[in-house]
């Protein structure tokens, strides 16, 4: 029934589209979003999670899923990260693939709804450590498109696995244009 008005209120009264596929054996992988500009690109992600049926998840710091708040956030897909004394947030993260059968994590690499001009590297070297893909996806307001990219398993090259990464968000406009992320040509 969700999946139902999701549907209806995204294609219907939106006039969104959503093209590609995340095929189902990619149980783990890091979904990057680009570009990041406005807190509307959360309600994207949402209806494009329930439309799709894909899992689709998040971290947080452990403390925000205490009560009253922490069973909707693991519902909205969310996972506590428990940060040992000294272990960075990519080995941190790393576990929480390792202690799940199915983690898609959704992360920005701009890191800011702001404009940027290169991308923070976390999100690589939680590919990296995870030894999962990287799965692009632009949500392109210039056309009211959410494009799933195919997955990509990045190599270790971080220089060329951006440049590849990037490409696919050539011409792609946020919410907010002017501080859509741009690729060098």
């Known amino acids: 029934m969700k999946q139902k008005i ?9 006039g969104w589209k959503i093209t590609g596929t995340v095929p189902t054996d990619i149980k783990k992988c890091v979904m990057i979003v ?11 992600g949402i209806f494009t999670r329930g439309i799709t049926g894909l899992e689709i998840n998040w971290v947080g710091k452990k403390e925000l899923f205490k009560f009253p708040f922490g069973a909707y956030f693991k519902w909205m897909g969310g996972a506590p990260l ?13 576990k929480v ?11 920005a ?35 009211k498109e959410v494009r799933l990219f195919d997955a990509f398993q990045p190599t270790g090259n971080k220089d060329a696995d951006f ?12 919410k907010v244009p002017q501080n859509s992320f741009e690729p060098e040509a």
């Open 34 to 44: 680009v570009p990041h500009t406005s807190w509307h690109d959360f309600y994207l």
């Open 109 to 143: 690499p701009e890191g800011t709804r702001k404009k940027v001009t290169e991308w923070k590297t976390g999100f690589y070297y939680i590919a990296l450590k995870a030894n999962v893909p990287i799965v692009p996806v632009a949500f392109n307001w210039g056309k």
């Open 82 to 94: 428990d940060r040992q004394k000294n272990e960075n947030k990519v080995d941190a993260i790393a």
């Open 163 to 174: 440049k590849i990464l990037q490409s696919n968000f050539k011409g792609v406009l946020g």
């Open 97 to 107: 693939f390792e202690s799940n059968e199915v983690f898609r994590l959704a992360i």
């Open 6 to 14: 999701y549907t209806f209120i995204f294609f219907r009264l939106m």
